[in-house]
């Protein structure tokens, strides 16, 4: 939507008052702080089937792909940073870090840190120099 068409909306709102552009100013500013977060948040997800967990021949929870049961309505990360949530009817998954975009590839090097899970871009040749980015995704 466009900033022309989203003004012909705002303006048929009951709210709109031509006089006051201080609030007209707030509400575009807020709409496109909304916009931008959405596009920024492009992380991954995945579900898996159930594959019940067990206890006492009672199914208890949801069994991972590394065999560990967790209890329904329970959540956990995983080694490859990811938040899991254990649903009646499976697991969902999603990516719990961004990944580095937009830097120089042919002169940096992105370093992934499993125990924080966080990316770190640094210089291919000298490692203590980090890289700028210009965008993250995830």
């Known amino acids: ?3 022309r068409m989203l003004i012909k909306v705002l303006r048929l709102s009951p709210y709109w008052k031509p006089h006051n552009s ?3 100013k707030t509400i575009l500013a807020c709409l496109l702080v909304l916009a931008i977060s959405v596009t920024l948040s492009n992380g991954y997800c995945f579900r898996e089937t159930l594959k019940p967990g067990m206890s006492g021949g ?3 929870g949801c069994l991972d792909s590394n065999g560990k049961v967790h209890e329904f309505g329970s959540k956990w990360r995983t080694e490859d940073c ?3 949530f254990c649903y009646r009817d499976g697991i969902e998954c999603c990516s719990s870090f961004a990944t580095p975009v937009g830097y120089d590839e ?3 090097v ?3 840190n499993k125990e924080t899970c966080t990316y770190k871009v640094v210089e291919k040749h000298d490692s203590s120099k980090e890289c700028p980015v210009h ?3 995830g």
């Open 1 to 3: 939507m466009g900033v």
């Open 22 to 24: 201080a609030t007209m």
């Open 58 to 60: 009672v199914i208890v």
């Open 82 to 84: 990811h938040d899991c």
């Open 106 to 108: 042919n002169k940096c």
């Open 110 to 112: 992105k370093i992934f």
């Open 135 to 137: 965008g993250w995704v």
